[in-house]
């Protein structure tokens, strides 16, 4: 049990569908992480929110949407995505997002864009 | 850039021996450090972490070291077991002006010979 929790575990869709992603976590953090984990890449960050406020959009394309109704859960809505964007999606917590604690991961979802 | 490197993309151990990984980071401003591990199928956890004021911390069978002179962070997993075959990541973290991020290695990984 990792505290941070992934919903789907894996999808599989078209390039014109649209879906979410769906992040939950129950350790009283303040700070949320959506990572992109690609073959052979280092994880890159995607999006930050901090008391629900975005303050990182790391220059991730607008067919990727974030959304973050609390500070217990956090979405990664996508739509008319690209094979490229095939990939493990990441999703993180921390206690806030400007101290020195660790990063807590869910356990991914695996996306595949046909 | 800043960028956080592996030396080595891959590492065999034997069962009992101990392992030790190695990271190079390039940011001399980065004051915290952590090794991640990343089963198959599993998200990235928290092993260890040790703040730039520190140059060793050790936990249960694992050890980090820092030497902020050649900006080298290294993981020395003592008696290694078959559960620790994984892909190990390093991360230093950043700070802008919005917040702390955190900046991974590739990885290396870990396999443990029987």
């Known amino acids: 049990e990792t505290g941070v929790t992934q919903t789907p575990r894996h999808l599989v869709m078209g390039m014109t569908n649209k879906k979410s992603l769906k992040c939950e976590q129950h350790l009283g953090h303040n700070a949320m992480y959506w990572y992109k984990q690609s073959a052979k890449k280092p994880l890159e960050l995607m999006f930050v929110?901090?008391?629900?406020?975005?303050?990182e959009n790391n220059s991730v394309p607008s067919r990727f949407s974030p959304e973050c109704p609390n500070s217990s859960h956090l979405f990664l809505h996508l739509h008319t995505l690209q094979p490229e964007d095939s990939a493990l999606y990441l999703c993180?917590?921390?206690?806030?997002?400007?101290?020195?604690?660790?990063?807590?991961f869910g356990d991914g979802t695996r996306l595949s864009i046909l | 850039g800043e960028s956080v490197g592996l030396h080595l993309p891959t590492l065999s151990v034997q069962e009992g021996d101990n392992s030790i990984i190695n990271c190079a980071y390039s940011?001399?401003?980065?004051?915290?450090f952590i090794w991640y591990k990343q089963e198959s199928g599993k998200g990235p956890q928290f092993i260890i972490d040790i703040r730039s004021n520190m140059d060793k911390r050790q936990g249960q069978r694992v050890t980090v070291l820092l030497n902020k002179t050649v900006k080298h962070l290294s993981l020395q997993i003592a008696a290694t077991q078959p559960g620790d075959s994984a892909v190990y990541f390093c991360?230093?973290?950043?700070?802008?002006?919005?917040?702390?991020?955190?900046?991974f290695g590739p990885g290396t990984r870990l396999s443990v010979l029987p």
């Open positions: 993180a917590s921390a206690y806030d997002s400007n101290s020195n604690q660790p990063q807590h």
């Open positions: 940011n001399s401003a980065s004051d915290y």
């Open positions: 991360a230093e973290t950043l700070r802008d002006n919005y917040g702390q991020n955190f900046v």
């Open positions: 929110y901090s008391l629900e406020e975005r303050v």
